[in-house]
């Protein structure tokens, strides 16, 4: 071969090497986006009235009905509950009775982690959540009234349908909680409320029993006689007279007035954000 073939052939080779080297680092980033999945959530428990919803509409759910897109979304009704398990394996979501969630954002972030954004319109979910693997992972809770997000922890919010007062209560890690441009962390064993058009409160400890206090007055209406009961909450939670949600004022207090009746007692519930219930016989008379 010619000095001048063999300079021409380690040229070549050079620029071959080159090229390859270049090559095949973006091919392996080209292969490390195509192999990114579709994202999901998936409903493997429920109990109870349960609807699938989506932009086509809803339908009643079923074990394996997945979350793929924004706007699906799951509704449980009354007495009805439903577990949602994530698709990156990293825990779940409960939904408690009469509780709409929906899908609000399924992404990727830049070190490959998974951001995931729900939307609560109203009722009350509890996350058991492992510390994530990835800095960009995130899981991020909506409302109407404020924000909440996690990066694994166990936690749980409430959303009232009436007034759209949020209660959010950390079990276990940290959490944070925005509204109005403000933002508070809530650590394991503490608790905030966020009030619409309100930044969230300063976090307070969970309490060992849901507070509920109450008086039982006689009253007298076109010659009737009724039983009034008047109680107090902490408005982070919600409560049911019977099966019945009642509305409660910023206090927390309400009014439930029943026929006067020897024997009669009604049965008070007290739910908390993390899903936690504590139930009442009161005896009218």
């Known amino acids: 071969m010619s000095k001048a073939k063999k300079r021409v052939f380690i040229l070549v080779a050079i620029v071959v090497s080159s090229l390859l080297a270049i090559g095949v680092p ?82 990727f972030a830049d070190d490959n982690g998974y951001i995931t954004r729900l939307y609560v319109s109203q009722g009350g979910v509890s996350l058991n959540l492992r510390r994530f693997t990835h800095e960009g992972s995130e899981l991020e809770i909506q409302t109407p009234s404020g924000v909440s997000g996690v990066r694994g922890t166990e936690f749980g919010v409430l959303v009232d349908p009436d007034d759209q007062r949020v209660g959010i209560a950390t079990e276990t890690g940290e959490v944070y909680a925005e509204a109005q441009a403000e933002m508070v962390t809530v650590p394991g064993g503490f608790q905030t409320l966020i ?73 008070v519930r007290v739910v908390t954000p993390l899903g936690n219930e504590a139930v009442y016989d009161v005896p009218l008379l």
């Open 26 to 107: 973006q091919l392996q980033a080209q292969q490390s986006i195509d192999v990114r999945v579709e994202r999901w959530l998936s409903i493997q428990e429920m109990a109870g009235d349960v609807r699938y919803l989506s932009l086509r509409g809803n339908r009643s759910a079923e074990i394996g009905d997945r979350l793929t897109a924004i706007g699906d979304g799951v509704r449980t009704g009354n007495n009805a509950s439903s577990t949602l398990v994530l698709d990156t394996g990293v825990g779940t979501i409960t939904m408690q009775n009469n509780t709409e969630l929906e899908v609000r954002g399924l992404d």
């Open 195 to 267: 009030r619409p058009g309100e930044p969230p409160l300063e976090p307070t400890p969970i309490p060992d029993v849901p507070e509920f206090d109450y008086q039982v007055d006689i009253i007298v209406r076109n010659s009737l006689r009724y039983l009034l009961l008047r109680g107090q909450i902490d408005p982070i939670n919600q409560v049911y007279v019977g099966e019945e949600l009642q509305t409660v004022n910023e206090s927390g207090e309400f009014e439930y007035e029943v026929p006067a009746r020897y024997g009669v007692g009604i049965q």
